[in-house]
């Protein structure tokens, strides 16, 4: 009798993927598929401290090299073979895998990468209908996803990031998911303690041209005209309302931080929780601002920050009123 045909895989995530006989990592987002890959690789040494790995280039295979690769080591070592770039395979490899894929070796895993297209099509349909495990690593473009995706990180390394430092770090750094992986690593390994907006924007606030700053810096000032044109500028250019409220809303916190010192001496700055030159522009700034007016100034951006995360139904118009309150709030 024929060998009975085996059901189709579930397709796995990058971060839920065990180490099997055959694992086709298949998707277009880059980050992910290395991820997937890297974490096979560390699984297959983890099995066998000795294991050889073999990483072949599909596009520039030549006939033999699986099978030669494959065979048993003299040393009896476990073999992992990760093939790079299968979306620009030869032929040769097409007839190898797929003969390969006809009595799979015990001893060796091999991980096949798919970087998207039709090429090898074939190979793709049966790795799947073999029941081998399949990776899905698609792109992720909606912000949405990249929000989970940022979660998902804090959450395997045991760390917690406020929501909205969420939201502020996808908005500076979330073009580019390798770009956003690489910040959420370095603040889980920088920082200790949750993740604040003000983290973030300590660490990320540049890479959104510090336009948030300088409108913040603009109302401060009480210069409304000049604060909305920086306003619409951002947006225009693909600044969202949330790091720009997050941006007004550290710049007022820091001045009524100043400002409870007024007439206390011996406070420095690591009471306050601020550098030095942080606290001397703040004072700067505090001229023209009373108590009531920074009073008014906070309750506006606090009423604009929970708009933009969903109370209300223009985050724009939200941010653009708010401005215009605490630049109004100056002076008086």
Same mark, same amino acid.
């Given at each position: 009798? +024929?060998?009975?045909?085996?059901?189709?895989?579930?397709?796995?995530?990058?971060?839920?993927?065990?180490?099997?006989?055959?694992?086709?990592?298949?998707?277009?987002?880059?980050?992910?598929?290395? =991820?997937?890959?890297?974490?096979?690789?560390?699984? #297959?040494?983890?099995?066998?401290?000795?294991?050889?790995?073999?990483?072949?280039?599909?596009?520039?295979?030549?006939? %033999?090299?699986?099978?030669? &690769?494959?065979?048993?080591?003299?040393?009896?070592? =476990?073999?992992?073979?990760?093939?790079?770039?299968?979306?620009?395979?030869?032929?040769?490899?097409?007839?190898?895998?797929?003969?390969?894929?006809?009595?799979?070796?015990?001893?060796?895993?091999?991980?096949?990468?798919?970087?998207?297209?039709?090429? $090898?099509?074939?190979?793709?349909? #049966?790795?799947?209908?073999?029941?081998? +495990?399949?990776?899905?690593?698609?792109?992720?473009? =909606?912000?949405?996803?990249?929000?989970?995706?940022?979660?998902?990180?804090?959450?395997?390394?045991?760390?917690?990031?406020?929501?909205?430092?969420?939201?502020?770090?996808?908005?500076?750094?979330?073009?580019?998911?390798?770009?956003?992986?690489?910040?959420?690593?370095?603040?889980?390994?920088?920082?200790?303690?949750?993740?604040?907006?003000?983290?973030?924007?300590?660490?990320?606030?540049?890479?959104?041209? !510090?336009? %948030?700053?300088?409108?913040?810096? #603009?109302? &401060? !000032? $009480?210069?409304?005209?000049? #604060?909305?044109?920086?306003?619409?500028?951002?947006?225009?250019?693909?600044? %969202?309302?949330?790091?720009?409220?997050?941006?007004?809303?550290?710049?007022?916190?820091?001045?009524?931080?100043?400002?409870?010192?007024?007439?206390?001496? $011996?406070?420095?700055?690591?009471?306050?929780?601020?550098?030095?030159?942080?606290?001397?522009?703040?004072?700067?700034?505090?001229?023209?601002?009373? +108590?009531? %007016?920074?009073?008014?100034?906070?309750?506006?951006?606090?009423?604009?920050?929970?708009? &933009?995360?969903?109370?209300?139904?223009?985050? &724009?118009?939200?941010?653009?009123?708010?401005?215009?309150?605490?630049?109004?709030?100056? $002076?008086?």
């Amino acid at each position: 009798m +024929p060998p009975a045909r085996r059901r189709p895989a579930a397709t796995l995530t990058w971060d839920t993927v065990d180490l099997a006989p055959v694992v086709l990592v298949r998707g277009t987002e880059g980050l992910l598929a290395d =991820r997937a890959v890297d974490r096979l690789v560390e699984q #297959a040494r983890a099995a066998d401290p000795q294991v050889e790995i073999t990483y072949l280039e599909a596009a520039a295979y030549e006939n %033999g090299v699986l099978e030669m &690769v494959a065979s048993p080591s003299l040393f009896g070592e =476990r073999r992992c073979v990760v093939v790079q770039g299968a979306e620009a395979m030869t032929d040769a490899f097409l007839d190898d895998a797929l003969k390969y894929l006809g009595s799979v070796p015990e001893d060796v895993w091999l991980v096949i990468r798919h970087n998207g297209g039709a090429r $090898g099509k074939k190979l793709l349909d #049966a790795v799947a209908a073999a029941g081998h +495990p399949v990776v899905a690593c698609d792109a992720i473009k =909606r912000d949405g996803d990249k929000v989970d995706f940022v979660r998902a990180d804090f959450s395997r390394a045991r760390r917690r990031i406020d929501p909205d430092a969420v939201q502020a770090l996808v908005e500076a750094v979330g073009a580019d998911l390798r770009e956003l992986g690489a910040a959420t690593s370095q603040l889980i390994a920088d920082t200790a303690g949750t993740v604040t907006t003000d983290v973030v924007l300590r660490y990320y606030g540049g890479r959104v041209e !510090a336009t %948030g700053f300088k409108v913040a810096d #603009a109302a &401060v !000032a $009480g210069h409304a005209g000049e #604060a909305v044109a920086l306003l619409r500028h951002a947006v225009a250019t693909g600044t %969202g309302p949330v790091p720009i409220v997050a941006a007004l809303a550290v710049k007022l916190r820091t001045l009524a931080k100043v400002a409870a010192t007024r007439g206390r001496s $011996g406070v420095s700055a690591g009471e306050l929780g601020l550098a030095p030159w942080q606290i001397d522009r703040a004072r700067r700034d505090l001229s023209g601002w009373t +108590p009531e %007016g920074l009073a008014s100034a906070i309750t506006a951006v606090a009423a604009a920050d929970a708009e &933009v995360k969903g109370l209300g139904r223009d985050p &724009v118009f939200a941010v653009e009123r708010a401005i215009l309150r605490v630049a109004a709030a100056h $002076g008086r």
